[in-house]
């Protein structure tokens, strides 16, 4: 291998190297975009968690829920996203994400007699509430989706014998 070869060698690594650790990877899809997530929550036996509802903000900041009391919309522009997939949360990298969760008593033989309520957990952005108690809504902490998935989000109180497979997922990617 001549000089030239060992040149050309060299700029070819420290091009992977510029491009590695100098610049950054993009962690977003353009221009990012708040999404607000509605969904309920009973026993996997009747349905498990179904997201009713999806808006993207486009002006004012996201509302909280209280108690038996949805978020309000009221006095906020957004945008109703159509949702395909009652199971799955899907956003862009660099979205913001707000879920809000409704706890639905099933008043079933088959939910456990002692839950008082259904949780919500997302390992991977630490979200986790245990207790979401029946009939009221609750908001998720807003977080940055930065990593694609697809992500298990899962109830965090045991609810009923199928409590194991009342889950969902979370994926992140540019085409949301």
């Known amino acids: 291998m ?5 040149v050309v060698v060299a700029a070819a690594g420290g091009s992977v190297y510029y491009y590695q650790f100098v610049v950054p990877h993009n962690a977003s899809c353009g221009v990012s975009v708040h999404r607000l997530i509605f969904m309920t929550a009973i026993i996997q036996e009747m349905g498990g968690f179904n997201i009713t509802n999806e808006v993207i903000l486009t002006s004012g ?7 038996a009391n949805p978020p309000s919309l009221v006095g906020l522009q957004y945008q ?15 979205d913001s994400v707000t879920i809000y969760v409704k706890s639905i008593n099933a008043n079933s033989t088959v939910q456990l007699s002692g839950a008082t309520g259904h949780g919500f957990e997302l390992d991977q952005y630490g979200i986790l509430d245990t207790n979401i108690p029946w009939g009221n ?11 694609g998935g697809p992500f298990r989000y899962n109830c965090a109180q ?3 014998a199928k409590h194991s497979d009342m889950v969902g997922t979370f994926s992140a990617g540019c085409s949301a």
């Open 80 to 94: 109703n996203v159509t949702v395909t997939d009652h199971k799955t949360i899907i956003a862009n990298l660099g």
């Open 61 to 67: 900041s996201a509302p909280t829920a209280s108690g």
């Open 158 to 160: 045991v609810c009923s």
């Open 2 to 6: 001549g000089l030239l070869g060992l």
């Open 137 to 147: 809504w609750h908001t998720m902490p807003t977080f940055t989706a930065t990593a």
